[in-house]
């Protein structure tokens, strides 16, 4: 009997990672860059009080969340479509500009997903050039456009990176940017850097039609597991947006919470100074251990212990995770060498430190050993 035959190969993409937490008596997951602080306040209780309603469905249109985001960042609610997380926005955007050998652009080591969307299309995932220390450049981006070039990716921060491309460089991008090719500034770390950046983001797009700015209330809101994400764009963008994305896409019970959630800039204030705050004592406690730190905008850091043996960020990731403690290693991305640790509590944050000196004494002493 033979099986129906996918379209996609089920085995080339590696969505979801396996980690083998077996035997640990917690777990803290510090691979997904989930936000410590938790929920906005009021968003739990506004589920509980919502769920009742859950047997009814939601507007599909999403209008009160719509209008809530509207308000708060000064922005027509008719240029509003809000996603299943921002990553169902992503992908809406491939699906609408792209086909089977378009090429989609984006810098290299950029989020993985932008290279799946190209995947799932069978369109052609074009990777630019970085400068140095993961910086994204712009005129390499530019060069890298072609006659099959439809969408623009540029993830700002990056994750896994933790870069940042400095709002001129993207102004610029987007001047120079020929007006047929979409432009999606993924700034699902937006919260994390000064909000004024966030304010020019949204200019950009008021200025080029062709622009789309994503967010999300997975990071700093804390609501990862209630996907739930929009996208700012021109109004005919939002309209063919609003044509492929599921009718149904936003639940109910995450229109409540991300309605309630983006009132709460105070907190989003508080948890942008905490995470900046435990990411630089991170960041030093790491610097001792010998760790090179990319500089990172976002609520994880991205470091390699220079001279580990090959294997060593992955064996680590391993013996780690046994012992409850999830990181990130980056193999997928192309960078094998480095680890990408989520922003947590600081007694978190030093149970896993104290497990990462040990392997990375045990690294420098094989080192030493190969030395001598
Ligand atoms: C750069 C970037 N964009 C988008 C997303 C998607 O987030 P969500 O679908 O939860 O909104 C993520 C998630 O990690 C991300 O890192």
């Given amino acids: 009997m033979s099986l129906p035959v996918p379209y996609l190969s089920a085995r080339t993409l590696t969505v979801v990672k396996k980690i083998d937490t077996s035997g640990a008596p917690r777990v803290v997951n510090l691979g997904l860059n989930e936000s410590w602080l938790g929920a906005a306040p009021g968003v739990v209780e506004a589920i ?118 400095p709002m001129d460089e993207v102004a610029r991008l987007a001047r120079e940017l020929p007006s047929h090719i979409v432009l999606v500034l993924d700034a699902a770390y937006a919260e994390y850097v000064d909000p004024a950046e966030a304010v020019a983001t949204f200019e950009i797009a008021d200025r080029h039609p062709n622009v789309i700015v994503t967010r999300t209330f997975s990071k700093a809101y804390g609501l990862a597991s209630a996907r739930a994400g929009w996208a700012y764009a021109h109004p005919e963008v939002v309209a063919a947006l609003n044509n492929v994305r599921g009718i149904g896409n936003v639940n109910g019970l995450a229109q409540v919470a991300a309605t309630v959630a983006v ?21 030093g406690q790491l610097r001792t251990l010998g760790f090179e730190i990319s500089p990172s905008a976002a609520n994880f850091a991205f470091v390699r212990l220079p001279g580990a043996s090959e294997g060593w960020a992955q064996a680590t990731v391993a013996r780690l995770a046994k012992q409850g403690f999830i990181i990130r290693s980056n193999e997928d991305y192309g960078l094998p060498e480095w680890l990408r640790i989520s922003i947590a509590d600081r007694a978190d944050l030093d149970e896993m430190l104290a497990l990462l000196r040990v392997e990375a004494r045990a690294a420098n002493g094989e080192q030493l050993a190969a030395g001598a």
């Fill in 263 to 283: 009132g709460e800039q105070d907190f989003i204030q508080h948890v942008r100074a905490r995470t900046a705050e435990e990411r630089d004592y991170l960041e």
């Fill in 48 to 165: 509980r009080e919502a769920a009742p309603q859950v047997y009814r469905y939601a507007d599909p249109g999403c209008g009160t969340m719509r209008a809530a985001i509207g308000r708060q960042f000064n922005l027509d609610p008719a240029r509003i479509v809000c996603g299943n997380g921002s990553e169902e926005l992503l992908d809406a955007v491939g699906r609408v500009y792209a086909r089977a050998g378009d090429e989609i652009l984006f810098p290299a080591y950029s989020f993985l997903q932008f290279a799946i969307v190209a995947y799932r299309l069978g369109a052609k995932a074009v990777e630019a050039p970085l400068g140095p220390q993961f910086s994204v450049d712009v005129d390499a981006l530019l060069a890298a456009v072609t006659p099959a070039t439809r969408v623009i990716f540029l993830a700002n921060p990056n994750n896994p990176t933790g870069s940042v491309v």
